[in-house]
Structure formats: structure tokens, C-alpha cells
């Protein structure tokens, strides 16, 4: 079985500009997460999606969004970019049906803001 | 607020000793906790979940203890290799009241250095 994929593995931007990154979980996986890493703050939850739905959501602003399609692939979008949302984003999919399931993580998106 | 504390950013020990890395939470009542290892430059990578009612668990040369009284889990590795340096998380799981789901909290990790 394929593991979980993110595109771009990394990638550039300015402050102002939006990001879009994307996730494809481990075929069969319904449920996707999406983490923030950073060296002072660790890994931090964003947001999980299971069958399309917004089903649990982290601490963070409203510029940070996602999305899940039909066949479970996922979206994470950032507007409005800071400096401080440099960071390692990681996607993980699970099955999702019961709530300590294993979390396969992807190799994640290295994103610099300048 | 929920907190999760390991031991230390970073524990260096010789090749072939039992590594012990600690996990302490506060306000927090997890009915589970898995502990994950993360290589640089890579996503974490499951090892083991164990459950409140179990005290200890075991993988290989991996055992790890929940101590709910305590608030503490202690993951060991023994007769660790200098292929088993990375940075261990652990992520302590609360049954979410309601319909709601759950969030994995992860702790900032311990980076472990095995010197051969």
C-alpha cells in the first residue's frame, strides 16, 4: 500500500500571498489531520476531516482552512501568510473509526515565509 | 490548560543501556497514549498505544508504562542501537465527551543520541 503523499515537499513564499498544500491518505483512510511542526512550539493540531467533514479543529486563526474531497484527498489552505507560519506542515490519515487509531504521517511540506 | 512535558529535549546515552524517556501530563484524563518516533526530516511513525487499564506494554526491545495515578508514561528501549537515535513524541488521547472526535496533543518530543 502507497503511504501518505504531500505536495510541494517544500516551498517559497511571501508575506501576504496564500498557500495551498495538499494531502493523499493511505487508500481506504477516511480521515484526515492536519499539523503545524515548528522547532519552539512542537507539533501542533490544525484541523481533522473525516468523510468530507470539519470533525475536531485546533487553536489556530481562520486563515487557516481545509478541505476534503470524495475520494478523502485533503487541501490546507493559509491566507494571508505570516512570517511566523514557517513551519513543517504534516498530514496524517487514519482510518478514523475509533478514536485512538494509529495516525500514518506523511513526509510533510517545508513552507518559508519571507 | 492541558499540558504534556517530556523529560528532556535530548538524552545521549551509550550503545547497548536501556534508554528511558518520560511523558508527564497535567489536566488531562487520556484513556490512551501512543508514543511515535520522528527522524529528521520525516513524519512521526507510530510504535505503540497502550490503554488506562494496562500498565505496561511491549514491542520488541520497546516497553512502555502508564501510570495514571501518576499522570506519567515511560517508554524504554533496551539494549539500544545507535539506529534507534531519534526524537520520540508522545501523544496522550482523551475520549472526547459528545459526538465530538478527538485531537492528537503531542508532546515537544526527546531527541535520544545512542553512541556507539
Known amino acids: 500500500k502507497a503511504g501518505v503523499t504531500q505536495t510541494p515537499r517544500y516551498l517559497i513564499k511571501t508575506r501576504g500571498q496564500q498557500v495551498t498544500l495538499s494531502c493523499s491518505p493511505i487508500?481506504?483512510?477516511?480521515?484526515v489531520s492536519w499539523y503545524q511542526q515548528t522547532p519552539g512550539q512542537g507539533l501542533q493540531f490544525l484541523f481533522e476531516?473525516?468523510?468530507?467533514?470539519?470533525?475536531n479543529k485546533g487553536n489556530f486563526p481562520g486563515r487557516f482552512s481545509g478541505r476534503q474531497f470524495s475520494n478523502s484527498r485533503s487541501e490546507m489552505n493559509v491566507s494571508t501568510l505570516e512570517l511566523g507560519d514557517s513551519a513543517l506542515y504534516l498530514c496524517?490519515?487514519?482510518?478514523?473509526?475509533?478514536?485512538?487509531?494509529?495516525?500514518?504521517f506523511g513526509p510533510g511540506t517545508r513552507l518559508t515565509v519571507l | 490548560s492541558q499540558k504534556i512535558e517530556q523529560n528532556s529535549e535530548a538524552l545521549n546515552i551509550q550503545e547497548g543501556k536501556t534508554a528511558t524517556l518520560t511523558c508527564n501530563y497535567t489536566?488531562?484524563?487520556?484513556?490512551?497514549l501512543q508514543w511515535y518516533r520522528q527522524d529528521p526530516g520525516r513524519g512521526p511513525v507510530f510504535l505503540l498505544l497502550?490503554?488506562?487499564?494496562?500498565k505496561e506494554k511491549r514491542k520488541e526491545r520497546l516497553k512502555v508504562t502508564f501510570d495514571t495515578t501518576l499522570k506519567q508514561s515511560l517508554f524504554h528501549i533496551t539494549a539500544s542501537q545507535p539506529a534507534d537515535s531519534a526524537t520520540y513524541l508522545c501523544?496522550?488521547?482523551?475520549?472526547?465527551?459528545?459526538?465530538?472526535?478527538?485531537?492528537?496533543?503531542f508532546g515537544k518530543g526527546t531527541k535520544l543520541s545512542v553512541i556507539p
Open positions: 496524517a490519515s487514519s482510518h478514523g473509526t475509533a478514536t485512538y487509531n494509529e495516525q500514518f
Open positions: 487508500s481506504g483512510h477516511r480521515s
Open positions: 476531516y473525516f468523510s468530507e467533514t470539519q470533525r
Open positions: 489536566n488531562y484524563s487520556p484513556a490512551y
Open positions: 497502550i490503554r488506562e487499564n494496562e
Open positions: 501523544a496522550p488521547i482523551s475520549i472526547p465527551s459528545g459526538a465530538g472526535s478527538y485531537q492528537l496533543t
